[in-house]
């Protein structure tokens, strides 16, 4: 990933962002700010650290608890961490020598909402669940 800054999704001046992609087309800010926030997600590495924090108890986690998860080095782990805290995935706290990590809800929420298709819409192509209810 090239080290430009990430602005966070919906911190960049865009007004709400983005609507659901089957409502309406993105303009081309709304997707270059997407496309950062998506980047940031597409590394395994970022996407393990983020579900890993997202599905801690407690709603948090200590670096000191993430990075023996991983076979690459501290530094690698809080590179990945600052990507995703760019994107404005994760938010942190030092605490002592420390720092904690949390998920932003809104975001994940913003991402779910951009991808969830409207209820009751069927788009070509797509068939019901296999033994869905008809």
């Known amino acids: ?65 993430l990075t023996p998860a991983f076979e690459v080095s501290q530094p690698t782990i809080s590179h990945h961490l600052k990507l995703l805290k760019q994107a404005g995935l994760i938010d942190s706290e030092r605490r002592g020598t420390w720092v904690y990590y949390r998920l932003l809800p809104q975001m994940t929420d913003r991402l779910a909402a951009i991808l969830t298709r409207p209820a009751g819409q069927i788009t070509a192509g797509t068939a019901p669940a296999a033994g869905a209810a008809s």
């Open 1 to 65: 990933m090239s080290k430009q800054e990430l602005a966070p999704l919906g911190q960049d001046g865009v007004e709400g962002c983005c609507p659901a992609l089957l409502t309406a087309p993105l303009d081309e800010d709304q997707a270059e700010t997407l496309a950062k926030v998506f980047k940031a997600l597409g590394d395994p590495v970022r996407l393990r650290l983020l579900s890993m924090i997202a599905s801690r108890a407690g709603g948090e986690v200590c670096v000191c608890d």
